[in-house]
């Protein structure tokens, strides 16, 4: 053999060698990630209008865990003549299970300027096949809240 084949069959080796590598990375992952994990489905409601900002409530479902989660976005794009300030705002979020026990309430001062914000709200462990509801509720100076509200099921 001639050193051109020599290096040809070296590069071969190597090329074979580091493609064995990679065939057995992905293997690996795949073992790694076959850990049983449960969706979160969340059920929210519209977005409506509360105290000039858009106000949206969600249930976040696990399982049977259940937690609140209530939005706060910008009822419309930022004028380039008047950029957005600072707002301090007061929120509540409450939950409940449907002709059941309540899950909490939440209450929040938040500072909002112009990027959604989600504030955490009560979580709890439901039992399958009962209804939960959440209200949401945003007030800042000048402004009353006009609370959002959600309800779903919790499936089995």
């Given at each position: 053999?001639?050193?051109?084949?020599?290096?040809?069959?070296?590069l071969?080796?190597?090329g074979?060698?580091?493609?064995?590598?990679?065939?057995?990375?992905?293997?690996?992952?795949?073992?790694?990630?076959?850990?049983?994990?449960?969706?979160?489905?969340e059920?929210?409601?519209?977005?409506?209008?509360?105290?000039?900002?858009?106000?949206?409530?969600?249930?976040?479902?696990?399982?049977?865990?259940?937690?609140?989660?209530?939005?706060?976005?910008?009822?419309?794009?930022?004028?380039?003549?008047?950029?957005?300030?600072?707002?301090?705002?007061?929120?509540?979020?409450?939950?409940?299970?449907?002709?059941?026990?309540?899950?909490?309430?939440?209450?929040?001062?938040?500072?909002?300027?112009?990027?959604?914000?989600?504030?955490?709200?009560?979580?709890?462990?439901?039992?399958?096949?009962?209804?939960?509801?959440?209200?949401?509720?945003?007030?800042?100076?000048?402004?009353?809240?006009?609370?959002?509200?959600?309800?779903t099921?919790?499936?089995?």
């Amino acid at each position: 053999m001639n050193r051109r084949s020599i290096k040809g069959l070296t590069l071969v080796a190597a090329g074979t060698a580091a493609a064995g590598m990679l065939m057995a990375v992905p293997a690996q992952a795949a073992t790694a990630s076959t850990a049983t994990t449960t969706a979160v489905s969340e059920t929210c409601s519209p977005w409506s209008l509360q105290s000039g900002l858009m106000t949206q409530v969600c249930a976040a479902i696990n399982g049977t865990n259940v937690q609140f989660l209530g939005r706060i976005a910008l009822a419309g794009p930022p004028s380039p003549d008047f950029p957005p300030q600072w707002q301090s705002l007061s929120t509540t979020i409450s939950g409940q299970v449907v002709g059941g026990a309540s899950l909490g309430s939440v209450n929040q001062n938040v500072n909002f300027l112009a990027s959604t914000v989600t504030v955490n709200g009560p979580s709890s462990t439901v039992p399958c096949n009962n209804v939960v509801s959440g209200t949401f509720s945003v007030a800042k100076f000048g402004w009353f809240p006009a609370p959002v509200s959600v309800s779903t099921p919790v499936p089995c």
